[in-house]
């Protein structure tokens, strides 16, 4: 009888061991390829190449990501501006934390760019920066390009044109219609909703 005992304890062990990697090689994030849910999307991943403030290449390819929730909310976002003759292009999503700690060295400003130690929620997959386009895919008007960190860049900065303005408030009545809220101080960041609990995330890209 002992014999059949100690026969069957490597076949629990084994199984034990199996159930713990098991779930240790499971994903710890719920990240999804934006043009996966919005096939249509625009991207101009700015940080895949050297058209953006740092000037230096930040990612290994010009993809985009995003948790479920906000991209599943941008998907309505597209929709809603659509039916408005325009459509979204994305700047960025998902960021690596490294990449957050390259863009501090370079600019240590909390207005525009967030201090690593505490993460950006672009680090938390909850995070995008978008601008509007025409049907066409033609850009429109904007009070500011992409990454202007002036007052340009503000949302309440009127010293532009009113077309630009327009634009800005479109852009930003539909993300918060759809539980985006944008900041003061760049007219393109958007976060989504229950950000705050969400752990930051330092995932390459090429890992994705």
Not at 64 to 74: E, G
Not at 97 to 102: D, E, F, N, T, Y
């Given at each position: 009888m002992k014999r059949n005992v100690f026969s069957v304890r490597p076949v629990f062990t084994l199984l034990l061991l199996l159930a713990v990697f098991g779930c240790q090689s499971r994903p710890t994030h719920d990240l999804v390829e934006l043009n996966r849910v919005i096939p249509d999307i625009v991207l101009d991943i700015r940080y895949a190449g050297t058209d953006n403030f740092v000037g230096e290449v930040l990612y290994p390819s010009?993809?985009?990501?995003?948790?479920?929730?906000?991209?599943?909310?941008?998907k309505?976002?597209?929709?809603?501006?659509?039916?408005?003759?325009?459509?979204?292009?994305?700047?960025?999503?998902?960021?690596?934390?490294?990449?957050?700690?390259?863009?501090?060295?370079?600019?240590?400003d909390d207005r525009y760019v967030a201090d690593p130690a505490t993460g950006s929620n672009h680090n938390r997959a909850y995070?995008?920066?978008?601008?509007?386009?025409?049907?066409?895919?033609?850009?429109?008007?904007?009070?500011?390009?992409?990454?202007?960190?002036?007052?340009?860049?503000?949302?309440?900065?009127?010293?532009?044109?009113?077309?630009a303005i327009h634009h800005r408030q479109i852009l930003r009545e539909t993300m918060e219609r759809h539980g985006f809220s944008?900041?003061?101080s760049e007219w393109w960041h958007f976060n989504y909703q229950g950000y705050k609990d969400k752990p930051v995330l330092d995932i390459s890209i090429d890992r994705l």
């Open positions: 010009a993809r985009c990501f995003l948790a479920k929730k906000p991209a599943k909310a941008l309505k976002v597209q929709a809603d501006l659509k039916q408005q003759g325009y459509c979204l292009k994305v700047f960025d999503g998902y960021r690596p934390l490294s990449v957050q700690r390259r863009m501090w060295e370079i600019l240590p995070s995008v920066d978008v601008a509007l386009l025409d049907l066409e895919g033609n850009e429109v008007s904007m009070p500011s390009e992409f990454d202007d960190f002036s007052e340009r860049a503000h949302m309440d900065y009127m010293d532009c044109s009113a077309e944008g900041i003061d």
